[in-house]
């Protein structure tokens, strides 16, 4: 299998699909859709479809300023099992709907840190795309290296002007 995944790692990764992100207050959330996001030419395109909703966005490669991936617990489950935790502490008895609570709380702790949310957001200028990951990271990864290694040759001057002829010296 890590043959494949080399494999896989080493090509042109050009597109990239998972669930698209939702905005509460300060908060990314994965929203119920798809997300497509692709290289065409010069641009990046972004399909975004949910529910009755398409949207498309159209991002210059050269426009784009940097690229992240973050990997964290999912924050609400683990503050929620937190706060499970410390009441079932709190009022503990020998009554079995407390150990219960307890039980609870500790199963969605180490469910919140186990089942990471991921995602990949590429920032340009004005605009960002955000994708949350339902494949393996490395994909995504190699799409961001990829885009930022286009990104940097569309920013790069000609060296055909810079370049200063050579002359031979002659003994």
Do not use: C
Request: aromatic share 8%; hydrophobic share 40%; glycine share 8%.
């Amino acid at each position: 299998m890590n043959g494949n995944t080399n494999m896989r790692t080493n090509q042109q990764v050009t597109e990239i699909t998972g669930a698209p992100a939702q905005v509460w207050g300060n908060v990314l959330v994965p929203a119920r859709g798809t997300i497509l996001v692709k290289v065409t030419g010069d641009t990046l395109q972004g399909t975004t479809k949910t529910g009755l909703e398409k949207r498309e966005t159209w991002i210059r490669i050269q426009n784009i300023d940097s690229v992240e991936t973050l990997e964290a617990p999912i924050y609400a489950l683990l503050g929620f099992g937190g706060f499970l935790a410390f009441s079932a502490l709190g009022a503990f008895s020998n009554s079995s709907g407390l150990g219960l609570i307890l039980l609870v709380a500790i199963a969605l702790i180490v469910y919140a840190i186990t089942n990471k949310r991921r995602y990949l957001a590429i920032y340009s200028h004005r605009n960002a795309i955000v994708i949350f990951m339902n494949k393996s990271p490395e994909v995504y990864q190699q799409f961001a290296m990829n885009v930022l290694a286009l990104s940097r040759k569309l920013n790069t001057p000609s060296n055909t002007q810079t370049r200063q002829p050579q002359t031979q010296i002659q003994a």
